[in-house]
């Protein structure tokens, strides 16, 4: 109980909680009202950063969501240019995550990561299909147990100004674990082939647990 009221935070929120909890004591001194306006601020910034455990299938043969949010788009679409793979057609799925989804985000299946490219952008709403290819992003390929590959982006949202990538290239990963987190508001998308689609355009989805796709 007491770990899901106050659940442990990414250590990227340190930062701003910090300076969120001295900005309400200076401001409560002057301002009651404003100083309370505040204390809602900091609430919000700790669980905006909070970093609870998820507990996976374990299962390969499921890919699980890489994200918290709302599934926005599951198309089919050709893979991104930034990895050379514009000629090759993938299933894709969409994640928005809003200011109040907890933003950390977690690899589907098992495998290793064999490429990593960043990409500065624009910061349009992402939960707009174009933020695909005109926003900051970060792009994973992630070779799986199984040989096949499939491919994460992390993508930038209208208030997100920094994508945090927390593995490397040719590192092991097991389903679930952590890979990053996009700081206030964004997208991510996960494109893979030969799979079927258990999710449905609509529903919301919780980070390394949600059943998106199986063989």
Known sequence: MFNTIFPKIHKEGYKFLAISILSTFIVLIFSKFLGFSLILITVWVYYFFRDPERYSINDDSYLVSPADGL????????????????????????????????HVNRVPSSGKIEEIF???????????????????????????????????????????????????QGQSLKQGDRIGMIRFGSRVDIYFKNKKILAKLGQNVTAGESLLACE
Do not use: H, W
């Open 71 to 102: 599934i926005t788009d599951i198309s089919e679409k050709s893979g991104p240019e930034e990895l050379r793979l514009e000629n090759t057609s993938f299933t894709r799925i969409s994640v928005f995550m809003n200011v109040f989804n907890c």
């Open 118 to 168: 960043y990409k500065p952008g624009k910061f349009l709403n992402a939960s707009l299909d174009k933020a695909s290819e005109e926003n900051e992003r970060n792009f994973f390929k992630l070779k799986l147990n199984n040989g096949e590959e499939i491919i994460i982006v992390q993508i930038a949202g209208l208030i997100a100004r920094r994508i945090v990538c927390e593995v490397e």
